[in-house]
């Protein structure tokens, strides 16, 4: 074996993506959403949450309606604007669903990190 594949075989990186669909497959929960609802818990701001998560306003809105859809419950409140400006927060339902969606990955992340472990000391047979 040449010296490079060795070092490649040793820097492998496991990268994995964990999403909540429906059972047609549409997506209730991913990665991007999880990051907004956090942004707009800590911001009361979608404009400032999209910025957060790297997404654009539009795109921010279009996600939180399908994902209400989807879910058959509000996940944020809006209060318009006026002297103090408006103000957007995260539903209770949606603050349950973040605490579970964040408990979830935490354990898959270190079942599958136990598992790379054991994947990459197979690969040096």
Not at 50 to 66: M, N, P, Q, V
Not at 106 to 124: G, R, V
């Amino acid at each position: 074996m040449k010296p490079q594949q060795i070092a490649a075989r040793e820097h492998l990186l496991l990268n994995y993506k964990i999403w909540l669909s429906t059972i047609t497959g549409d997506g209730l929960i991913e990665e991007s959403t999880w990051k907004l609802l956090k942004a707009i818990r800590s911001e009361d701001s979608i404009s400032k949450a999209a910025k957060i998560a790297g997404i654009s306003y539009r795109k921010a809105w279009g996600d939180l309606k399908k994902t209400e859809e989807l879910l058959g419950y509000p996940v944020v409140t809006k209060k318009r604007g006026g002297v103090d400006g408006g103000s957007t927060t995260v539903t209770e339902k949606a603050i349950k669903l973040l605490e579970a969606y964040s408990a979830l990955q935490s354990k898959l992340d270190d079942s599958i990190e136990q598992a790379f472990t054991i994947f990459k000391k197979n690969l040096k047979l």
